[in-house]
């Protein structure tokens, strides 16, 4: 018999205000594993100033509880990571993340 061990996720998105294929296909592989989950889910969402999120929100599974973040164009989501991996304490933690852009700017 197998002990059963938390598998928490820590899942960060920069969402810019516009829904990419990127956005899509990630979210549609998070949708797939969410049940997998079974411990602490932490999803961040980081946004440049005010954007309307009803269009993302709509592609997270329906039971994602999300904390809306700013965006830290220099840091990115490292700023993020230390309070959201000292939200899991035990088991197993996967962590990935979905930003939504094709190429980068300087």
């Known amino acids: 018999m197998g002990v ?5 996720l820590i899942y ?5 205000g516009k829904l990419t294929h990127y956005h899509r296909l990630n ?3 998070l949708n ?3 049940s997998l989950f079974n411990g602490k889910k932490v999803v961040k969402v ?3 100033g005010k954007a309307f999120l ?18 830290n ?14 939200r899991v304490k035990d088991g197993i ?7 939504g852009v094709s190429s980068f700017l300087s």
């Open 4 to 8: 059963d061990v938390p598998k928490n």
């Open 12 to 16: 960060f998105i920069y969402y810019g």
């Open 27 to 29: 979210l549609r592989l």
């Open 32 to 34: 797939k594993y969410w």
């Open 46 to 48: 980081a946004v440049d």
């Open 54 to 71: 009803e269009p993302l929100k709509s592609l997270l599974p329906s039971d994602c509880e999300i904390e809306i973040v700013e965006n």
């Open 73 to 86: 164009r220099i840091l990115g989501e490292s700023v993020h990571f230390i309070d959201s991996i000292s």
């Open 93 to 99: 933690t996967f962590y990935a993340h979905c930003k």
